[in-house]
């Protein structure tokens, strides 16, 4: 096990998870810097966004966005189109400003620090949206995602993506978590849902889904 992933686990146990919820002060600088790095997070950001299909002139939306390694990602592959990237903590999106600050003086990335709750500043449509490791944090969830469906186009993908943090955590688990997303998406509207695994300790998840015409109804 990596120094890092030790020094995870001693955080985790004192306290430290709450700082990946919502990250504020200097705890949350740290959660940030540690999703910024580790090998597993940046792992899993970067296959969601292949996953996502992302077309160059594509607007993309990315829910939670934390310290801003897919919207790097995103806006890499968005290259004549927009990301825009969501997040209640004014560090995470601190710091997902200075990951993709060329990006952003170009106007091809733009953050916004907000709760999903409230996304009336954000002005669809998007071809895609993503949301890695943070919908078991939204309050009632299925509304979130129905929102977000009318932000997007008809047609529009959505990728949801959990890597289960908890002690003990199994590949089970992650099948698990894969269920409840795909149970969110379904009761939300989406469509055309499938499942992707990547192979970590324990497995990222991640349910693809599209809008389809009525999915807002
Ligand atoms: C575990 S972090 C994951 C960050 C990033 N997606 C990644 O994988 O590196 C969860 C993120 O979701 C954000 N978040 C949680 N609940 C939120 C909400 N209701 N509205 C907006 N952002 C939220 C947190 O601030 C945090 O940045």
Redesign the pocket.
Known sequence: MSVLERALRWWGRHGGVAQ????SGTGGHVAGWI?GRRAS?VA??RWAVGLLDVQPADRVI??????G??LAALADRANRGTVVG????AV?IRQARRRNRAAVRAGRVRLIT????DLCGVEGPFDAAL????VG???EPVERLREIARLLRTGGRIALVSQPRCPGATAATSAAAAGELAGLLTEAGFERLHTETLDLDPPAVCVLARRMDHATA
Do not use: K
């Open positions: 990946f919820h919502r990250p999703m997070n899993r950001n990315e829910l939670g966005c934390g310290p390694v897919a969501v997040d209640h903590s995470m907000t709760p999903v709750e949301a890695v490791n943070t944090m939204w309050p």
